[in-house]
């Protein structure tokens, strides 16, 4: 197996006035502080996991170099996949013998794909990307089973099998930007995945062009920036999203709110936003939304998950591995890492079959 130990990959990270490469390796150091010696990574030490933070974190691990830590996560996911190719919702301080959400949702488990892509561009494993391949291709086949006739995709399947009712637009531009991984992983292997194509072209002609497929959670600044973040939508289309709602999201010199009406700014949001921004061509402002948060940053490196501006005070008193791993899957993108850059960049991945392609050759 490849890999590095935290820190030598961090030279990279420096971002004036986010961090120095030096503190990079303190939050590194931090995540990897907080990974259990099975490769699990809770959201911290007591807490739960969930595989889609626990696959943020493992992304950040390999933007810091830290592939040795990195792989073993994913190798954490692939010992515990169940047999319909899922993941439970949450597991007690990631002890796969103690899961607390025996629900699985559609988001987590796709997102596997784009953790094994980000991994396999930044170490070039081979092995590992054919060891990963069956625990893509099952995760991929159990979300693609909930994808409904307008393209969305169901959240989640309940503890008893059955599909839950709606769809989430986070979550599903989170999907489409996991589909897309996977089917970059497809074309490594040489092994087309046709249904795939179509089913990731439908999901984002529903992300473009019909909201009304979706549960309305338009207050959640999420919803806002994720169909950017996540590739769904980019250029002007992009750009024009991101401004229609900024003043509503947005507390300059502060950060990113989570909900709208509430006056807490959250780290990991305005990462994420920052993200989305350098994705659209607009690193200036993104290293910005970086450095308002700096007021978030503990001094062991980690993130403090919010603060309530109304009361001057942190909120809640937890510093999350994803919240330190959003930060820095931003500024690799920033300062211009190639495995980030192509996972959440998007350019070379494959779009699927469009909408408008399947109408052509009906």
Not at 23 to 31: D, K, M, R, Y
Not at 295 to 306: E, F, N, Q, V
């Amino acid at each position: 197996m490849s890999g590095k130990d935290t820190g030598h990959g961090t030279q990279r990270l420096a971002l004036p006035g986010v961090f120095t490469a030096e503190q990079a390796a303190v939050t590194a150091a931090a995540i990897a502080g907080i990974q259990r010696a099975d490769g699990a990574i809770p959201w911290f030490r007591g807490h739960h996991l969930d595989p889609w933070d626990h696959i943020e974190a493992a992304m950040a691990l390999d933007a810091a170099g830290d592939h040795r830590r990195a792989a073993a996560a994913y190798h954490w996911l692939a010992r515990h996949q169940l047999p319909d190719g899922s993941w439970y919702a949450a597991y007690a301080d990631g002890d796969a013998t103690r899961p607390t959400d025996r629900g699985k949702e559609t988001n987590f488990c796709a997102y596997v794909a784009a953790g094994v892509l980000h991994h396999y561009l930044a170490t070039g494993d081979e092995e590992f990307r054919e060891r990963m391949w069956p625990v893509v291709y099952a995760a991929v086949e159990f979300v693609l089973e909930l994808q409904r006739e307008g393209g969305e995709i169901g959240w989640r399947r309940d503890p008893d099998g059955s599909a839950c009712d709606g769809a989430l637009l986070t979550g599903c531009s989170s999907i489409h930007q996991a589909l897309r991984c996977a089917l970059a992983l497809a074309e490594l292997r040489d092994d087309p995945q046709p249904d795939w194509e179509l089913a990731t072209g439908r999901l984002g002609h529903a992300l473009r062009h019909h909201p009304e497929c979706f549960l309305d959670k338009s207050s959640y600044s999420m919803d806002w920036y994720y169909p950017v973040l996540a590739g769904a939508l980019r250029g002007a289309a992009g750009r024009a999203r991101i401004e229609d709602r900024w003043p509503e999201f947005v507390v300059e010199g502060l950060g990113v709110r989570c909900v709208s009406t509430n006056p807490w700014v959250t780290g990991g949001e305005s990462a994420e936003l920052a993200l989305a921004l350098w994705a659209v061509g607009d690193s200036e402002r993104a290293a910005r939304v970086l450095r308002w948060i700096g007021h978030l940053r503990a001094p062991d490196g980690l993130y403090w998950t919010g603060y309530v501006y109304a009361d001057e005070a942190i909120w809640p008193r937890e510093r999350t591995a994803w919240t330190a791993g959003s930060v820095l899957l931003a500024v690799a993108a920033l300062t211009g890492d190639e495995a980030t850059g192509a996972v959440f960049g998007g350019a070379g991945l494959p779009r699927g079959l469009e909408a408008e392609e399947c109408c052509d050759r009906s």
